[in-house]
């Protein structure tokens, strides 16, 4: 039987990694409105909440490496359009 929690836990970070993978392409993520998204505030504001203390109790990654690493594939991400977030953090 699954834990709902974990569940949750585990959407959330799932998101906000689908969101800074979607603003670094220049896509809209979900829920934002194209014509309001400036796609540099929506990934530093994920930078934030990925090296804050509520995603360390959400999931055991490291959200400063997660950080470096969106940074350091930066340009393949943008350059690739997959379908899968995790793609990039198997390069």
């Known amino acids: ?3 709902p ?3 949750l836990a585990s959407a959330i970070v799932l998101q906000a990694i689908d969101d800074t993978v979607r603003a670094i392409q ?3 993520p979900r829920g934002y409105y194209e014509t309001k998204t400036n796609h540099e505030d929506i990934i530093q504001e994920n930078y934030k909440f990925f090296r804050s203390t509520w995603f360390a109790c959400l999931t055991d990654i490291d959200g400063k490496k997660l ?3 969106f940074e350091s594939k930066r340009e393949f991400i943008k350059q690739n359009k997959f379908n899968k977030i995790y793609k990039f953090l198997e390069e």
């Open 5 to 7: 929690y974990k569940n």
């Open 26 to 28: 220049g896509r809209c």
């Open 67 to 69: 950080v470096e690493t």
């Open 1 to 3: 039987m699954s834990n």
